[in-house]
């Protein structure tokens, strides 16, 4: 049975992907601050940790490597949005979003990729942003830190390609999810979490030779 990790599993884009796999029929790894027990599944395991730390981080992988000997999917999705401008933003904005959507993926890598490399189909997919590439009013200290998740990934993506490790940077816009509760947008202003896992596992099943980079997706109706 093949084996995925999917940190922040328990809702939005990464419940979707752990959906997804397991319907695919691996074995998923997931954590989140807190266990959801309504979030149940044979082949499902989740363990609480705060990814913020590199502790919790470390926490996690010990888990995981505990259990298992290889790892065929990473999915770094875990990750935080808060809104403001750079010379506006509270104290400790930046650094709450770097340990989370940059330091997370790195450490959580760092600590998968011996067993990643023995799997005879390794992929790792950073769940970045289109903030990645396209910076916006209120976005402050979460775009570097999005920019900066990219970056990894290009680093990773050339470190990697002579082990026959794919690595991809998906980049999501405007997402159904629970970063945006409370809007009054409609739905159909957004994508949906499931369109996203559904992209991931199209380029999980590309042919060994061939990698997507690069996965751009944004609402019907452009970006909000």
């Known amino acids: 049975m093949k084996v995925a990790i999917i940190s922040g599993g328990t809702k939005g884009i990464g419940k979707a992907v752990c959906q997804l796999l397991l319907t695919k029929g691996f074995k998923v790894y997931t954590s989140a601050r807190s266990i959801d027990p309504n979030f149940t599944h044979p082949n499902l395991f989740q363990f609480a940790a705060d990814l913020s730390t590199k502790e919790g981080v470390i926490q996690f992988a010990k888990y995981v490597r505990a259990k298992e000997n290889v790892i065929d999917i990473l999915v770094n999705n875990v990750g935080v949005f808060m809104p403001g401008k750079l010379m506006d933003e509270e ?16 450490h959580l890598t760092r600590k998968t990729i011996d067993a990643i490399r023995p799997s005879k189909k390794p992929y790792i997919f950073n769940i970045c942003s289109t903030a990645s590439i396209t910076p916006y009013l209120n976005g402050g200290s979460y775009c570097i830190s999005k920019y900066a998740q990219l970056g990894f990934t290009k680093v990773l993506r050339e470190e990697l390609k ?6 991809s940077a998906v980049m999501p816009g405007a997402t159904l999810t629970n970063s945006w509760a409370g809007t009054d947008l409609p739905k159909n202003r957004f994508s949906e979490p499931e369109s996203i ?9 590309l042919s060994d030779t061939t990698v997507m980079e690069e996965i751009i997706l944004r609402p019907m109706a452009g970006d909000i």
Do not use: P
């Open 197 to 205: 896992a559904k992209l991931i596992w199209t380029a999980y099943e």
């Open 91 to 106: 104290e400790g904005c930046f650094e709450k979003q770097i340990d989370t959507n940059l330091a997370s993926t790195y």
């Open 162 to 167: 002579e082990d026959g490790i794919k690595v």
